[in-house]
T-cell receptor, first 114, second 110 residues
Framework: GESVGLHLPTLSVQEGDNSIINCAYSNSASDYFIWYKQESGKGPQFIIDIRSNMDKRQGQRVTVLLNKTVKHLSLQIAATQPGDSAVYFCAVTMNSGGYQKVTFGTGTKLQVIP | EAQVTQNPRYLITVTGKKLTVTCSQNMNHEYMSWYRQDPGLGLRQIYYSMNVEVTDKGDVPEGYKVSRKEKRNFPLILESPSPNQTSLYFC?????????FGPGTRLTVL
């Protein structure tokens, strides 16, 4: 199976600073990783993804880093804004018997201090 | 607009009273699933469906039923709700790898 953890429950960041949110997984067979943003009262929203054949992927103000050696991935948000305040969690996918098994982390609540 | 919708968004009910939470997607996705989200736990999959008339249990299926009679709809049925089913429920759909989630249904079972 797979377990996903090592989220900090809460991260407080000054507006304009960079944020780094971390996630660890246990199964080296996991091959697809997604970061989601969940605002209060809303469903999770896709931010960025990365496959196991890459170690870095960049989007608009966001970067995901994947370290397969230590089974760790991180989400970096540049120039954090108040609108970035939300819970962020990773989803780790592994093929299991022809079916994609997805395991979700518990999430880190990002609080942006104006 | 591509979206997943759920109804109702909020529901308070009593133990044993059957209820259905509807889910609909307009993206023609084959794969749909239901999750519950509880404090301190990640999203846990209840049931999923690979296509019409094809459903299977996820990690926490006990006390739930689903049906998939048409591609766009995937209702979640609680035949006899109990207080431990008080939770925040999300429906999701996907075509390839990325799941799109509905806005959630907050269910309280008294």
């Amino acid at each position: 199976g797979e377990s996903v953890g090592l989220h900090l429950p809460t991260l407080s960041v000054q507006e304009g600073d960079n944020s780094i949110i971390n996630c660890a997984y246990s199964n080296s067979a996991s091959d697809y990783f997604i970061w989601y943003k969940q605002e209060s009262g809303k469903g999770p929203q896709f931010i960025i993804d990365i496959r196991s054949n890459m170690d870095k992927r960049q989007g608009q103000r966001v970067t995901v880093l994947l370290n397969k050696t230590v089974k760790h991935l991180s989400l970096q948000i540049a120039a954090t804004q108040p609108g970035d305040s939300a819970v962020y969690f990773c989803a780790v996918t592994m093929n299991s018997g022809g079916y994609q098994k997805v395991t979700f982390g518990t999430g880190t609540k990002l609080q942006v201090i104006p | 607009e591509a979206q997943v919708t759920q109804n109702p968004r909020y529901l308070i009910t009593v133990t044993g009273k059957k209820l259905t939470v509807t889910c609909s997607q307009n993206m023609n996705h084959e794969y749909m699933s239901w999750y519950r989200q509880d404090p301190g736990l990640g999203l846990r999959q209840i049931y999923y469906s690979m296509n019409v008339e094809v459903t299977d249990k996820g990690d926490v299926p006990e006390g739930y039923k689903v049906s998939r009679k048409e591609k766009r709809n995937f209702p979640l049925i609680l035949e006899s709700p109990s207080p431990n089913q008080t939770s925040l429920y999300f429906c999701a759909s996907r075509k390839t790898d990325t799941q799109y989630f509905g806005p959630g249904t907050r269910l309280t079972v008294l």
